[in-house]
């Protein structure tokens, strides 16, 4: 199981703002350690989605936002489409682990 | 365009071998650390082992140390990693990434990655 705990999903009508938690402690999150976060569609790869906490890759729609603060992260979608139907993962560091990347559970984001 | 593709996946038996190649185009391959990261069916994202651009710096999560070997062919933009004594759950796809960090001592992240190959470990 991961250091980095996420919702196993949830849900929201076109158009509505869902947000999902990634929550950690003091040896990885609250230790300071960035937060990034990766979209994967059904069938395909992870795609980066906020790199540096707070930051979106040229080509990510405004509605995606991110934030960060204590020991948790927390990643929104505002105006939800159906397009955004996807898994989506935190990316951190852990320095208790021998682990170069930490990934979060995962959250699976369905659109109603 | 930053492309990553993935090869060499298949069916192995418990204690086989495979090897599995990523070819790297559209950016200059050397300067990069590169990584194997997982997905078993159904489950989540693991990553695997990280070579630095030089092959200097190795890392291997600890469920495949000493198991898996992780290689780079700069020359022919390419990354490998060898799988040694297979067991049924290193079943996964496995994807080639790139990494990126915006400075030394940050948390890099993976910018790009390829399409995976499945990796099926079955008697």
């Known amino acids: 199981q991961s250091v980095l705990t996420q919702p196993p999903s949830v849900s929201g009508a076109p158009g509505q703002r869902v947000t999902i938690s990634c929550t950690g402690s003091?040896?990885?999150?609250?230790?300071?350690?960035?937060v990034h976060w990766y979209q994967q569609l059904p069938g395909t790869a992870p795609k980066l989605l906020i790199f540096g906490n707070t930051n979106r890759p040229s080509g990510v729609p405004d509605r995606f936002s991110a934030s960060k603060s204590g020991t948790s992260a927390s990643l929104a979608i505002t105006g939800l489409q159906a397009e955004d139907e996807a898994d989506y993962y935190c990316?951190?560091?852990?320095?208790?682990?021998?682990?170069?990347?930490?990934f979060g559970t995962g959250t699976k984001v369905t659109v109603l | 365009e930053v492309q990553l593709a993935e090869s060499g996946g298949g069916l192995a038996t418990p204690g086989g071998s495979l090897r599995l190649s990523c070819e790297a185009s559209g950016f200059n391959f050397s300067p990069y650390s590169m990584n194997w990261v997982r997905q078993a069916p159904g489950k989540g994202l693991e990553w695997v082992s990280s070579m630095t651009g030089s092959g200097s710096h190795i890392f291997y999560a600890d469920s495949v140390k000493g198991r898996f070997t992780i290689s780079r062919d700069n020359a022919k933009n390419s990354l490998f990693l060898h799988m040694n004594s297979l067991r049924v759950e290193d079943t996964a796809v496995y994807y080639c990434?790139?990494?990126?960090?915006?400075?030394?001592?940050?948390?890099?992240?993976?910018?790009?990655w390829g399409q995976g190959t499945l990796v099926t470990v079955s008697s």
């Open positions: 003091s040896s990885n999150i609250g230790a300071g350690y960035d």
């Open positions: 990434a790139r990494d990126v960090r915006a400075a030394a001592g940050l948390v890099p992240w993976l910018d790009s």
């Open positions: 990316q951190s560091y852990d320095s208790s682990l021998s682990a170069l990347y930490v």
